[in-house]
């Protein structure tokens, strides 16, 4: 590596270097050792705050066209090890961090049921650098991780954007520094649990019945998540399954555990064979600024801030629960703008552009706008989403 170089404006160039000699270049990475669990599932929902019984209750579930508890189309993200990001970190750059910057789904059809194994092909996209208030020469890098069942089918597809930076950088141009926690009146936060149960009625009214008489213009009921707090950001953490001890092995090349870490926000991977924790991922390694305040100052956050992969399955839970059991999602496509920080709320709305039944085989496919704000309208992400819907 050469030595750093930095510009007039005091800020570091990324050195790239490292980086161009992993794209096309089909990877390894973590491959999750069991099959899925029903409790895998239940853990899910509960993770991302999903009270969909069909996730989690089987006497529910089996009055359902399935017969039995089946995971969320968002549980694709679980059965990774790097939330479908690993290859989009390859190449060492020193001293950098990242956050995710959006996912692009392509679901093909079969659904992720207890006892499948789910194993991933990954391979780095392509990469661009652009010039951010967050912290200015910033690396855009795409990489897709294709899921594959024990089949040999194709479950989906994930091109997810890592925002990879300098922490460096990021403490000195110190976006967030006047970003203070929101504090809640006792009225605002019972406000705010009667939300979330209108919220949750509009799918158990639907219960096993088709979404039919959908027409441009509708909206999609407001769903609430939050406050944040670090205790949803671990209870999250702890429902992807790469976080247990021992819960998966590494297989052939990939670059993104010594992608360029801070020491601080690396693995111990000689500690660990020892204690797991000093390669948790949490407690020591890339993700401890999710919950504590110190490492996520380190990295130019101002507090503790949620996980990129968690909100784009509040999208797709979102969808799917609206379209309800005869639904389903076939493309989503969505950038992430803003971080769910400590204290904040959110709040998910959404609109159908389009209908389109062009293709007899199937059910008439809905162009939906998916909106993500904070308590203060901030855009924490949006994008377009396809949902095919069932015929009368």
Request: a negative charge; glycine letters at 10%.
């Amino acid at each position: 590596m050469s030595e750093p170089k930095v510009r007039e404006d005091g800020l570091i160039d990324l050195d790239t270097a490292d980086v161009d000699r992993w794209i096309g270049k089909p990877l390894g990475g973590g491959q999750l050792k069991e099959s899925v669990h029903v409790n895998d599932v239940r853990r899910w929902a509960q993770g991302m705050q999903n009270p969909n019984p069909l996730h989690f209750d089987e006497e529910y579930a089996a009055e359902s066209r399935f017969g039995r508890i089946v995971a969320p189309q968002s549980f694709a993200v679980c059965t990774d090890t790097s939330h479908g990001a690993g290859p989009a970190i390859q190449g060492v750059i020193p001293g950098q961090h990242m956050i995710f910057g959006g996912d692009e789904w392509w679901f093909f059809g079969p659904r992720i049921e207890v006892d499948d194994y789910i194993r991933q092909d990954r391979m780095l996209f392509d990469y661009k650098i652009a010039e951010t208030r967050f912290s200015g020469p910033t690396m855009f890098s795409r990489g897709d991780t294709t899921y594959v069942n024990q089949r040999g089918e194709f479950v989906c597809k994930q091109r997810s954007t890592s925002v990879r930076y300098l922490a460096e950088n990021a403490r000195k141009l110190g976006m967030f520094k006047d970003n203070v926690p929101r504090s809640w009146e006792d009225q605002e936060l019972e406000d705010l649990e009667k939300k979330k149960l209108e919220y949750y009625q509009s799918f158990l009214d639907l219960r096993h019945e088709k979404r039919l008489f959908v027409k441009v213009g509708d909206r999609l009921p407001t769903r609430p998540i939050g406050p944040h707090s670090i205790a949803t950001f671990t209870t999250e953490w702890r429902a992807y399954l790469m976080t247990v001890w021992g819960g998966s092995r590494e297989f052939g090349e990939s670059s993104t555990l010594r992608a360029g870490w801070l020491p601080e926000m690396s693995r111990d991977e000689e500690g660990a064979k020892i204690d797991p924790s000093n390669a948790d991922g949490l407690y020591k390694g890339p993700s401890r600024g999710h919950v504590q305040t110190r490492y996520a100052q380190l990295i130019g956050m101002p507090r503790e801030y949620g996980y990129g992969a968690s909100m784009g399955a509040w999208i797709i839970d979102y969808l799917t629960n609206w379209a309800g059991e005869w639904g389903f999602v076939r493309h989503s496509d969505m950038q992430y703008r803003a971080p769910a920080l400590s204290g904040d709320a959110t709040f998910l709305d959404g609109e159908v552009l389009a209908l389109d039944h062009g293709d007899p085989s199937g059910g008439p496919i809905a162009t939906i706008e998916v909106v993500m704000k904070n308590q203060d309208d901030v855009v924490m992400a949006s994008g377009m989403a396809q949902v095919e819907l069932p015929n009368p």
